[in-house]
């Protein structure tokens, strides 16, 4: 069954964003760049914290404004990049309605959620879970 | 350090000709590390000996170190510069985002100089600095609003930084503090008012790069080390929990919690007042600086209803810590929880010094009661303990100079003292006012000679309980070299710029396996010499400035109000003091 990162209770955030730091480090660095997730603030500290995370859409918007196809369906949701078909154009960042898909600026790629849960595993406070996800569930999530 | 890291860059930013430009200083990271150790060493260079802090020559110097942004708690920013409360070093650290944003925006240090003409903030994203016209932002009156003007006028949310002065800090009130991610400061020893000689009403600093590091399975795997250590401690539960708060009952219960000015070290309301009353009562949210897994800001959810119309209420986010609960709680003889969370609002409001606030205003309500103050000179305004109507009163006064009194409370407590009297009672060490702890001599011999006369220089306050908890006592001397050692430690850990709530996890031989991935290839002994040339390099500073041990004032009040871990006498501080000048003196010229 096809897995995919979930925010159960963005209200339990604190806001260290050990969850972006962990997807960096999966690929073996340090800092901020490639960060697939993100946790700002809902505008100002006191309101609590945004978190942005591909929701694994069944039909993504990013995937279809690609001119070059270099993103792909994902089973079980979402999509996957092929960085050397990837002209580096951006569309799939302005197309994303939820702000998932990011830009490594040292890149100029985009970057792509993979749903590995490393994140989460790296969350202290039990704000995501990589969840299992029925097939016929996934279109209204 | 590693080939690359751009650490050893330092931003320096020119107010007044609004120019800024980059410096290779590999040189001082590779001997001090970062944080501490390099803003100490920048300050000497920056700062021209006799320079009026509220001069354009004071610098404004920020540095981070190399843990951030790869480990977790190394989250804070080391600011120096020369106090315009003291008039000698400042040092104040703050986190929220500030020291991964620094780092991560590609700098090891800021240096600012000058001041502008006229106001303006400072924003610096993707390596330019950019020169903001801020007239608009001057002079409102929340610091909360300046915030959220920047907040949305910026790029890189969740990125960035925000750090911002109130009033209180463009009226160069001498303990005004700059405020970073709504709740955090550089608290201590008058940022504020150095941003505000500057006209500099904000600095923003984003960045999001990535960092190399020199073997990646290494650095996993210590990664996993020190993360497990900060979720699952018990150290780290305490600060999640309750946050620093939790400490409320115990050094009440240990006699050493100071309450109306110190004429007592217990509080009989204590109860209504602790960590355990506030969460139940009103903790709303917790939050965490960034990298910090463990999030032990705590911000009470304080529910007002109208006063004029039915089934209106507002809610505020107010953040309390211990040393708030002490210096605006039990120093002031209050219990009210409202009143409390109301007064320390006001206080963020303006950007002042939450823990100078609370010991000016203790004093001030001592000597009114023994009649040292002119009524006429009060404006109306009768202090009496736990009274936080008045107590409010009394901050927008000081905030607007209203009187020579005010103006003179707005100084601190050593200039309030000297001129209306009552010094045996104004509670402050080398210009600075007073921490929350009275637990014994370490805790006062630590205020006086910790390079920045605050309780986090050497930790004296829990000195002074493991020899309580020992049952042993310890002679002048020992205490002395006990504090010095752990002064000297700190300096590692600030130079890493890892919290001090971390000092359980990052013990020596973490440390050293950490800064290995990070570049750093450091042994012992490295550790041990650099920590004693940051704190000597610091002292140099001090002595350079016209700082010594001998002059300082020892306040009467502490003397006298008992003390659970061993009686506190003068001659014993004095002791002490020469120990220590002698220690650290002997280091200076090696450095």
């Known amino acids: 069954m096809a897995k995919r990162l979930s925010v159960i209770d963005s209200e339990r955030c604190v806001g260290c964003q050990s969850c972006m730091f962990a997807c960096v480090r999966r ?27 591909c929701r694994a859409c069944p039909d993504p918007q990013c995937m279809k404004v690609c001119p070059v196809d270099a993103l792909k369906p994902r089973k079980g949701g979402g999509v996957t990049l092929d960085p050397e078909a990837c002209l580096g ?6 197309a994303c309605p939820l702000g998932a898909v990011f830009w490594d600026e040292e890149a100029n790629k985009p970057a792509i959620c993979v749903h590995c849960g490393f994140c989460a595993e790296h969350c202290p406070h039990a704000v995501l879970a990589l969840e299992e996800r029925e097939e016929a569930a996934h279109a209204e999530r | 350090m590693q080939n690359g890291d751009t650490l050893c860059n330092v931003l320096h930013i020119d107010l007044a000709k609004r ?14 590390i970062g944080g501490a150790g390099v803003a100490a060493e920048l300050l000497h260079e920056e700062c021209p000996k006799g320079a009026d802090p509220l001069g354009p020559d004071n610098p404004i110097i920020l540095a981070v170190g190399p843990l951030v942004g790869l480990y977790p708690l190394a989250s804070k920013t080391v600011a120096m510069f020369k106090s315009p409360h003291t008039g000698n070093l400042g040092e104040s650290h703050a986190g929220g985002r500030s020291a991964v944003a620094i780092r991560l925006a590609g700098y090891g240090a800021i240096v600012i100089k000058g001041a502008s003409t006229s106001p303006i903030y400072l924003a610096v994203h993707g390596g330019k600095a950019q020169f903001k016209d801020a007239s608009a932002l001057w002079g409102i009156r929340s610091s909360y609003t300046a915030g959220r003007v920047i907040r949305e006028r910026e790029s890189g949310a969740g990125h960035r930084t925000i750090m911002r002065i109130g009033r209180a800090g463009e009226r160069l009130l001498p303990y005004s503090c700059v405020t970073t991610e709504t709740y955090r400061h550089f608290g201590r020893l008058g940022l504020g008012a150095v941003f505000g000689s500057k006209k ?7 960045g999001n790069r990535s960092l190399p590091v020199t073997d990646k ?3 996993r795997a210590t990664y996993e080390e020190i993360y497990e250590a900060a979720v699952h401690s018990e150290l780290m539960k305490k600060y999640h929990d309750l946050g620093t708060a939790g400490n409320i009952l115990p050094l009440n219960k240990l006699q050493g919690l100071p309450t109306r000015n110190l004429k007592a070290a217990s509080f009989e309301k204590a109860d209504a007042i602790s960590g355990e009353a506030l969460a139940e009562h009103y903790l709303g949210r917790r939050i965490a600086c960034s990298h910090c897994p463990v999030g032990c800001i705590h911000l009470a959810a304080l529910r007002e209803p109208s006063e004029h119309e039915p089934y209106f209420y507002k809610t505020s986010m107010i953040c309390y810590d211990y040393e708030l609960i002490y210096a605006l709680g039990t120093l002031l003889g209050g219990s009210d929880v409202s009143g409390l969370l109301r007064l ?16 000016v205003l203790a004093w001030a309500t001592e000597a009114m009661e023994q009649g040292l103050i002119p009524e006429k000179e009060t404006s109306g305004v009768a202090l009496a303990w736990g009274d936080y109507p008045a107590y409010m009163q009394a901050i927008e006064r000081i905030v607007d100079q209203a009187t020579e009194f005010y103006r ?5 407590v050593d200039h309030a003292s000297a001129k209306y009297g009552g010094e045996e009672f104004a509670l402050a060490f080398g210009g600075n006012e007073m921490p929350g702890y009275h637990t014994g001599p370490a805790a006062h011999l630590n205020y006086l000679t910790g390079a920045r006369h605050s309780h986090l220089d050497s930790g004296g306050y829990s000195l002074d309980q493991k020899a309580l908890a020992d049952g042993k006592t310890l002679d002048p001397k020992e205490t002395a070299e006990a504090l010095l050692k752990e002064e000297r430690w700190r300096q590692i850990l600030s130079s890493l710029v890892v919290c001090f709530f971390a000092r359980g996890i990052y013990k020596e031989a973490v440390v050293l396996k950490a800064l290995q991935t990070a570049g750093f290839d450091l042994s012992e002994e490295d550790l041990a010499r650099i920590s004693t040339q940051i704190l000597a390099r610091k002292y140099a500073f001090k002595r350079r400035e016209g700082f010594s041990l001998d002059d300082l004032r020892i306040p009467q009040r502490i003397l006298e109000t008992p ?3 061993g009686a506190v006498s003068e001659e014993f501080l004095r002791q002490a003091m020469a120990s220590f000048g002698e220690a650290v003196e002997s280091t200076e010229d090696a450095s």
């Open chain 1, 27 to 53: 690929h073996g660095h340090g800092g901020l760049a490639d960060a697939r997730i993100h946790v700002r603030s809902a505008g100002g500290i006191e309101r609590g914290f945004v978190v942005i995370v």
């Open chain 1, 89 to 94: 154009c951006g569309l799939c960042v302005e």
């Open chain 2, 19 to 32: 120019t800024s430009w980059v410096e290779d200083r590999a040189d001082l990271f590779e001997k001090y």
């Open chain 2, 200 to 206: 500099l009403k904000a600095l923003v600093v984003s």
């Open chain 2, 217 to 219: 399975k290494a650095y």
């Open chain 2, 344 to 359: 320390i609002d006001l206080i963020e409001t303006y950007g002042l010094d939450a823990m100078s606030t609370g010991v």
């Open chain 2, 408 to 412: 003179a409370l707005g100084m601190g």
């Open chain 2, 563 to 565: 003390a659970r871990g």
